[in-house]
């Protein structure tokens, strides 16, 4: 068994508990493309019409749109070159908790883990810019840093991303954050 599938295994059996397995499954969903898009989309209407106020955070927020349209694009070439399935799929004995959104139960494909990239993209970008848009902006970085963490971790707890897929998934997150800040001026 290669350290990939010793990991996996680690996590996915070992470490299971009821806790994990109520929470984890329900949470995976908010590092989903679907759900970051869909309220990414509503804060760019509101930060653009100026609503609550939130004017100044546009620019944040057209950086993040960007970036998941840009991790986006590569995750979707990396799955079509690649056709990894998923650990469920392929391995004996696994702990497998749910689909974990819309986009993985009809995407039989591992590699990259899409959530992870997401979660990464988002956290990328709000933590190189937070110094410009938040008071306590080291806090904001401790919860950025959590929530990918916690994404990546979910994604192999409930069996559907092998440890590989998560870490190159969040590199590919990282990379669309930093290209996109550091060439797109808003």
């Known amino acids: 068994m290669d350290l990939n599938t010793e990991i996996f ?14 929470v984890l499954p329900n949470f995976t ?7 970051l898009a869909v309220l990414f989309a509503i804060l760019l209407i509101i ?3 100026n609503i609550f106020n939130t004017r100044k955070y546009y620019g944040l927020v057209k950086l993040i749109a960007a970036a998941i349209i840009v991790m986006f694009a590569i995750t ?4 079509l070159l690649f056709h990894m399935p998923r650990p469920y799929m392929i391995l004996d004995h696994v702990k497998h908790l749910g689909s974990g959104g819309i986009s993985s139960s009809s995407d039989p494909n591992s590699f ?8 990464a993209a988002v956290a990328t970008v709000i933590v190189l810019k937070a110094r410009d848009y938040f008071k306590n902006y080291k ?18 707890y409930i069996g559907m991303h092998f440890p590989f897929d998560v870490l190159c998934g969040a590199l590919i997150g990282m990379v669309s954050g930093v290209l996109v800040c550091r060439f797109l001026k808003v």
């Open 9 to 22: 295994y680690f996590i996915n059996n070992d470490l299971s508990n009821p806790v994990f397995d109520a």
């Open 29 to 35: 969903h908010l590092g989903g493309l679907m759900f």
């Open 47 to 49: 930060t653009r019409q």
């Open 76 to 79: 979707s070439i990396l799955k």
């Open 112 to 119: 990259p883990s899409g959530h992870s990239a997401t979660t």
């Open 139 to 156: 806090l904001v970085w401790v919860i950025m840093a959590l929530f990918l963490v916690v994404i990546a971790f979910s994604r192999i």
